[in-house]
Structures are given as C-alpha cells and as structure tokens.
C-alpha cells in the first residue's frame, strides 16, 4: 500500500525558513515526486517537483530562488526546503507521487498525502 506522510509544517513568520518532509512507502516503482499547495479559497497549485534521480525539477515563477525541493532515495523522503518564507506561502502543503514527471507537473499524481500546514505570518 503506497503512504505519503508529510510533516514539517509550522507557524513561521516572515522571513523565516521552513523544511518540509514527506515520507514515502508501499512504491513498487521508483516515484517521480512533487510539493504542491493550496491556500483557503483557491485551487490547488504546483509549488515544485522531481525527477526520480533528481536530474530533472520544475518550481512555479512565485517560488523560484526561494525553494528546493530534493529526494533522499536511500531514506524515501522527499523535502521542500523554504526560504525567506512571505504571507502568500500560506496554504496546506502536499505531497504526491508518480510514475510519469508530466503527470506530477500537472497535478494529476496518482497518489497524495493528507497535507502539512504552513503558516507565514
């Protein structure tokens, strides 16, 4: 049974930094992987992804300079490392797992963890 359990989430306030995890298990394949987001009253958005092996990542525009995202294959744990945090960081955080990097970049992953809070004040 494939899980995603993320943690990490915290209040923080602006200008912080903040490390996400999500711990994989129950994968039969090796996983593509990705962090998204979603803020009360909005959709669901991509925040960044990886590539299994780490070669390939994609970050939205809001993010870029401020994010990384990487894989610890060896521990299956995926981490969103966020800097200089801002108030419109604001949102339930996600992770999600699949097979295919097109179908984590475009939300439409097989498989979600139940979310970690983040709160930038």
């Known amino acids: 049974q494939v899980q995603l359990v993320e943690s990490g989430g915290d209040s923080v306030e602006a200008g912080g930094l903040l490390t996400l995890s999500c711990t994989a298990s129950g994968f039969a394949f090796d996983s593509d992987m990705g962090w998204f987001r979603q803020a009360p009253g909005q959709k669901r958005e991509a925040v960044a992804a990886?590539?299994?092996?780490?070669?390939?990542?994609m970050y939205v525009d809001s993010v870029k300079g401020r994010v990384t995202i990487s894989i610890d294959k060896n521990k299956n744990i995926l981490y969103l490392e966020m800097n200089n945090v801002k108030p419109e960081d604001t949102a339930v955080y996600y992770c999600a797992a699949d097979p295919s990097f097109a179908k984590i970049v475009l939300g439409r992953a097989n498989y979600w963890g139940q979310g970690t809070q983040v709160t930038v004040s």
């Open positions: 990886v590539s299994t092996g780490g070669s390939s990542t």
